[in-house]
Structures are given as C-alpha cells and as structure tokens.
C-alpha cells in the first residue's frame, strides 16, 4: 500500500483515485469507470478494486459492474458487453465525420434515452398546450435558461441526438398556437409553418432556434 498525493491509500498495481479518508465516505452508488489495454488487465483491476472495496467494508454492484469492449473501427472483435451509461450519455460504437471528411466509427458518447426520457417528462410538465394566457416570449423568459443548460450539457458530444427532443418541444409549441389563435385550431401543418415564420424573423427567442437551428420550417 502507498499513499496517493491526496493522501489516500491505494494499492501499487490499482490507479484509481477516490476518497477514503477517515472522514470521507463514498457515496452509496458511486460508479468508478477504468479503462484498460486489454481484457485480462481488466478483470485484475476488477479484483484488485473489489478487494479493496472489500476492506472498505463496501461492495461492486453484482449487476452493474461490467466490462465494456469499447467497439470502433480499429476494434471490431465480438463481445457480450459494447456500451454503458455514465453521467446521462451513453457511450457505445457510433458513425461520425474526421476531419477530413471521412466517414468511421468510433466509440463515441451522446445523450442517453434515459436521459431523453427524463427530459421530455420535464417538458410535458410545463403543459404549453394548456398555457393559452401566456405568449411566445413569456415561454422565452420562463424556460430558455433550462434549455441552454440542456444544451451546454448534453451538446458537447454528438449534439445530433439532442434534435428528436426538441422535435418534441416544436411539437407542443406548434399545439399551443393551434389553441392560442383561432383560426389555427385544427390546422396543425398552417400552424407550424407560422411558428417558422417566427423563428425566422426571431431566431433568438428560443435557445433551440438559436444554437442548434432547430427551427420549425416556415412554408409559405
């Protein structure tokens, strides 16, 4: 056992930082990610950890604790596990552009489905539809600083994942127009297409129109 220059103890052959001070605790589902060169170092690190753990007096989740074969185009072997969620993405083989324009695929993190979810039942809670005292730039004021901070969070990687969210959100606004103004109501493809012609004149009113162009399209 050595100290690390934190201060805590950690065995030579386990290079994983985290607190177990005196009086430091861990949290009751702290996740540790490592990564290794291969699959054998892999599963001495798992024992090396869960032994320690162990004198801890703490455990590795039976089910959760896996190893992940991070799959791409210079890794393309067979394996049970290729993908995990850690922090609201999912990291797992994707298609993505080079800087030269090429086409490959890499292990690669975006915004998790479970992440999806959570954030489409937040906005269902706000009820636009229903909101028919309110305008535009009342929902402006009132749900933009949530929007940037989705965005500054989960845009970082692979941000095309975000879109079929804010699809969602296009949608609603588009149902509070169609009960907003009469002469919208059941006309759901004029109603999008007057919602485009506001975003095209304010493409800053909401944080989707602005940074990511998610714009509604404006016809005619």
Not at 62 to 79: A, F, L, V, W
Not at 84 to 109: E, H, I, N, Q
Not at 143 to 168: D, Q, T
Request: positive net charge; aromatic residues 14%.
């Amino acid at each position: 056992m050595h100290r690390l220059d934190n201060r805590s103890r950690m065995s030579g052959d386990v290079h994983v930082r985290f607190c177990e001070s005196p009086r430091g605790k861990l949290p009751w589902a702290t996740r540790l990610v490592c990564h290794c060169s291969s699959e054998s170092q892999a599963k001495t690190l798992w024992s090396a950890i869960e032994r320690r753990l162990l004198e801890c007096r703490l455990e590795l989740h039976p089910e959760k604790t896996k190893i992940i074969y991070c799959k791409e185009d210079n890794r393309r072997r067979s394996y049970p596990n290729y993908t995990f969620d850690f922090l609201g993405y999912t990291f797992r083989p994707r298609v993505a552009v080079s800087k030269m324009g090429k086409f490959f695929v890499g292990f690669l993190p975006a915004m998790s489905n479970k992440a999806i979810k959570s954030i489409c039942d937040e906005m269902r809670s706000w009820r636009i539809h229903n909101r028919t005292d309110k305008s535009l730039e009342d929902f402006s004021k009132m749900f933009n600083p949530i929007l940037r901070g989705w965005i500054n969070y989960y845009a970082k990687f692979y941000k095309s994942e975000m879109y079929k969210v804010f699809h969602i959100l296009n949608r609603m606004i588009t149902k509070w127009v169609m009960r907003k103004f009469r002469n919208f109501r059941g006309r759901q493809r004029k109603a999008t297409h007057w919602l485009g012609r506001v975003a095209l004149r304010q493409p800053q009113l909401f944080a989707h129109w602005q940074i990511l162009g998610m714009r509604p399209p404006a016809g005619q």
